[in-house]
């Protein structure tokens, strides 16, 4: 079974609009954290934002939110105020902190936003 | 420079040779990881390493060797090159405390072509 779950291949939005991308995760420990990342197209990969799983409150950074919805094991992203050079690849990570995959980082199939005037 | 580089950036290599791609940080970080990411598929886990001489599975293993000598770095060998194995391969570290952000470097990764 697949440890990230990211359903949106792609993903368009107008610039200045907020756009919302999934992630679905799978753990049964109860120590983790969940990442996401950035990818534009010269490759490089980005860290957005951080979550972890005692945190009480969302995570936010700056225009990048994370809905954490911890009972449904969802950690979408939320990009307010989009901008063109938010167009890039997106994934959500997951890094379980116990049991025999202690700190394995996994990493979903990624969602392709495009960003339009 | 303090960071993670690996090296070479792009490599072409015949099919059943043996390759090797380098990877090197300068944090002194514990965890380090190499992933393959190709179209549809994400970044697919090679091997992870949690300190030196200790080397563990992720998903897609299978062809591939590493080892982990010293703490910065982190080779990743291909025993004998297959066309499948064509692919980006990033090399990322990290920090191993428990609980709090603890993401991920990454190197710039290589491109791998298998003819």
């Known amino acids: 079974a697949q440890k990230i779950t990211q359903t949106q291949p792609g993903m368009f939005v107008q610039e200045k609009e907020a756009v919302t991308l999934d992630c679905t995760y799978d753990t049964s420990d109860q120590s983790y954290g969940l990442f996401w990342y950035k990818q534009p197209s010269s490759g490089e990969m980005i860290f957005l934002i951080y979550?972890?799983?005692?945190?009480?409150q969302n995570a936010t950074e700056g225009r990048y939110s994370l809905n954490f919805q911890k009972a449904r094991k969802s950690a979408n992203l939320v990009i307010s105020a989009s901008q063109l050079g938010d167009s890039a690849m997106y994934f959500c990570?997951?890094?379980?902190?116990?049991?025999?995959?202690?700190?394995?980082?996994?990493f979903g199939r990624g969602t392709q936003l495009t960003v339009w005037p | 420079d303090a960071g993670i580089t690996q090296s070479p950036r792009y490599k072409i290599t015949e099919t059943g040779r043996q390759v090797t791609l380098m990877c090197h940080q300068t944090?002194?970080?514990?965890?380090m990881f190499w992933y393959r990411q190709d179209l549809g598929h994400g970044l697919r886990l090679i091997y992870y390493?949690?300190?030196?001489?200790?080397?563990d599975k992720g998903e897609v293993p299978d062809g591939y060797v590493v080892s982990r000598s010293k703490t910065e770095n982190f080779p990743l060998t291909l025993e004998s090159a297959t066309r499948s194995q064509t692919s980006v391969y990033f090399c990322?570290?990290?920090?191993?405390?428990?609980?709090?952000?603890?993401?991920?470097?990454f190197g710039q990764g290589t491109r791998l072509t298998v003819v």
């Open positions: 979550q972890g799983s005692y945190d009480e």
């Open positions: 990322a570290s990290s920090e191993s405390r428990t609980g709090v952000n603890t993401e991920a470097f």
């Open positions: 990570a997951m890094r379980e902190y116990r049991g025999s995959t202690l700190g394995r980082l996994y």
């Open positions: 390493s949690a300190a030196a001489d200790i080397t």
């Open positions: 944090w002194s970080h514990s965890y």
